[in-house]
């Protein structure tokens, strides 16, 4: 049996402290400019799961204005 582990260490990326300044601008940034919307991995969370459930999200939010 053959194994090889290769660990990334920066493949994820990290929130930084003070992030949630960043949430909140997009959120600021919405209300201000109707029509504008912000999706992807940055708003919602980084997993490809994350991405997705942030454009249904997104879509739902966009269909309801």
Same mark, same amino acid.
């Given at each position: 049996?053959? !194994?090889?582990?290769?660990?990334? =260490? /920066?493949?994820?990326?990290?929130?930084t402290l %003070?992030? /949630?300044?960043? &949430? &909140?601008?997009?959120?600021?940034? =919405?209300?201000?400019?109707? %029509?504008?919307?912000?999706? %992807?991995?940055?708003?919602? $969370?980084?997993?490809? $799961?994350?991405? !997705?459930?942030?454009?249904? =999200? &997104? !879509?739902?939010?966009?269909?309801?204005?």
């Amino acid at each position: 049996m053959f !194994v090889r582990i290769r660990k990334w =260490e /920066k493949a994820i990326p990290q929130y930084t402290l %003070g992030y /949630k300044k960043v &949430t &909140t601008l997009f959120d600021q940034l =919405e209300r201000q400019f109707p %029509g504008l919307f912000f999706a %992807g991995n940055f708003r919602r $969370g980084i997993s490809i $799961g994350d991405s !997705v459930l942030s454009a249904h =999200e &997104t !879509v739902k939010e966009m269909l309801q204005k």
